[in-house]
C-alpha cells in the first residue's frame, strides 16, 4: 500500500492571479493535477466508519473513489461516483464542502480535511476529457413522464428515469437548460459547457428538452396528464422570484435584482461587445446582501469594469451566510466589504440623462450594531439612532433572498404549498398532495444547494419508478 500523506494541510488548487482574473470571465480555480490529485488522495486515511459520507447528502462512497484517485485509477474513481451523483463536475465546484463532507473528515480534527470536493472535481473533469462515448440509448420501457424546469433537481430525475428507459420530457421556461447552474452561477465558478456536455448526455439518452416551455402559461399540468399522456409529473421550478427591501428608490432604473443582473451577464451575456441585452456598466455598485448570491454580483460586477464594488450587510462578517472561499475570493478581487450597514432608501440622480441610462445617485444607509440573539441564533442587527450617511453609488443590486415563482401553484388544482410558498411534499420520493404529481429542489425547499436539488431529483425519480411499475 502507497505511504499515507500526513501533511496537515490540502494541497493547492492553482488559481488565476487576482489582478487577471477580474479582466476577464474564465474559471478562477484551475483544477489539480495528476499529481497533485494522487498527492492529496494519500491524505485519506480510508477510515472504516467513513464520517465523511454522513456529510454528503447522497452518500458518495468517499474513501472508495479516493482509494482509486490514490492508485491512479481515475476512471475507476468516476465509477465510482456516478453510483450516487450525476452531476460530479458540478458538485466537485460548488457544494458547500465545507460543511458537508468535509466537515467530517478525521483529518480535519488536527489540520486542514481531505480536499474531497477538488478530488470529485478532478476526478469529473478527468472522466469528461478522456471518456468521449455518448452514452447509450437505454430499452424504452413504454411510460411518459414530464419534468418540469430544468435545474439539478429536474436534470437528475429526468436522468434517472431515462436510464429506466421512460420517455422524459423536460419543460423548460429560458431557453436554455440547466436552471440556476447555467443563469445564476457565473461562468468564472462553473464554466456552461460542463453543465451543457450533462444535458447533452440526457439528449444523447433519448430525454426531449422543450425550452421556452412556461407550464402555468403555455399548459398546465392537468393538460400535460390529461391530453398529452404523461402518467406521472415532477416540478422543479426552483425559487427564482427574488424579495425585495421595500425601500424608497427601489424601483428607480439602475437597481436590480441579483437574479435578473446575473441572468442578463451568464444567459444574454452582457459583457460581450455587443450583447442580446444591455447592462449599464456603472462605476460604483452596491450589492446588498451577504450569501453566494451576493458574492457572485459582486464579483461579476467587478469583471463588467466597475471600480467600487460594495458589500453592504446588515450584519458582522461572523454572520455572513456565503462559503468563506467566495468571501475570500471576492476581497482578493477588491470587492469593499461594508459590514453593520443597512439600505433605508436609493436616491434618484437629478441628471435626466444620467437617470435616462439607468444611474442611481447614491444610497442612504444606517450603521448596525448587534443586540441580543433572535429567532434564527444570531445577534440581531439594530439601528445606531443618527448614523445615516450616504454611500456613493450609481447602481445597486439587491441579493437578499428568492422565493418560488407562484405561477405553477395558481394554475394546479389541489397543489398544497405552504405560508412561503413552497410545494409541500410527504414521504421520501416527494409526492404531492396531487396524485402522481411530484416535486422536488428549492420549489420545495426555498432556496438551499444543488446537491440538495440533485438528492430531490433522485429520490423522486425512485418514488416514480415505483408508482408506475406498480400499477
Ligand atoms: P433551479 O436551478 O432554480 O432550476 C429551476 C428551473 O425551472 C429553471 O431553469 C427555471 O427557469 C425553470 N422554471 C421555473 N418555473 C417554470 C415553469 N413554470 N415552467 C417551466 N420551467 C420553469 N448552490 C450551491 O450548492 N452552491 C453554490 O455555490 C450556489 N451558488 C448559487 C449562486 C446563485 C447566484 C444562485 C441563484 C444560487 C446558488 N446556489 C448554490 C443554489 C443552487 O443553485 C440552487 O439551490 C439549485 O440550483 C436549485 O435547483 P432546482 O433544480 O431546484 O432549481
Ligand atoms: Fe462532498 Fe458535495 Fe461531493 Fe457529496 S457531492 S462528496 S457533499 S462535494
Ligand atoms: Fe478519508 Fe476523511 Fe473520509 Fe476518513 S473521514 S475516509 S480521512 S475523507
Redesign the pocket.
Known sequence: MAKANMSPVKNKMPQQDPAVRIRNFNEVALGYTAEQAVDEAKR????KA???MTGCPVSIK??DF?AKVAEGDFEGAFQVINQDSSLPAVCGRVCPQESQCEK????GIKGE??G?GRLERFVADYHREHCKEAPAKPEPNGHKVAIIGAGPAGLTCAGDLARLGYDVTIFEALHLAGGVLVYGIPEFRLPKAIVQKEVDNLVAMGVKVETNMVIGRVLDIDELMKDDGFEAVFIGTGAGLPRFLNIPGENLKGVYSANEFLTRTNLMKAYEKHPETPIMHAKNVAVVGGGNVAMDAARTAKRLGAENVYIVYRRSEEELPARREEVEHAKEEGVIFKLLNNPVEILPTETEDRALKGFVAGMKCIRMELGEPDASGRRRPVEVPGSEFVLDVDSVIIAIGTSPNPLIRNTTEGLDTNNHGCIVTHGEGGETSRTHVYAGGDAVTGAATVILAMGAGKHAAAAIHKQIMDK
Open positions: 485519506c486515511l480510508g477510515c467513513h464520517p465523511c468517499i474513501p479516493i467530517y473528515c478525521v483529518r480535511p481531505v474531497i
